[in-house]
């Protein structure tokens, strides 16, 4: 993990995400705390994740999300060499049916 966004306004932050009970309760907050393209940018990262783990190439990927060759080429490059952050969240999505 990155030692520089260990602080604790990002402890702060992550409490107060986890507190968090639904999806509406997500969308309220993240409409709140982040600009329309910050959101839309993180969901697009999450997408790119999702079909680079289903072995879609470059090229789909950038077609169906919009995504640059830059953007898929970093979250490509986390899910191989990252924290396993994409991992965690994408075992536990199958394990309760949600993908």
């Known amino acids: 993990m ?3 966004i260990r602080t604790d ?5 992550f409490d107060a995400i986890l507190k968090l009970r639904d999806k509406e309760e997500c969308y309220t907050f993240f409409e709140d705390l982040c600009t329309v393209n910050e959101l839309l940018s993180l969901s697009q990262r999450f997408e790119v994740a999702s079909m ?3 072995h879609k190439t470059y090229l ?6 919009g995504a640059s060759t830059a953007t898929i080429s970093r979250v490509n490059r986390s899910l191989n060499y990252g924290n396993d952050g ?4 994408f075992s536990r999505m199958e394990n309760n049916g949600t993908i």
């Open 2 to 4: 990155n030692k520089k």
């Open 52 to 54: 680079l783990r289903n």
């Open 86 to 89: 994409y991992e965690i969240v």
């Open 60 to 65: 789909e990927i950038a077609e169906k999300t």
């Open 9 to 13: 306004a990002v402890d702060y932050l």
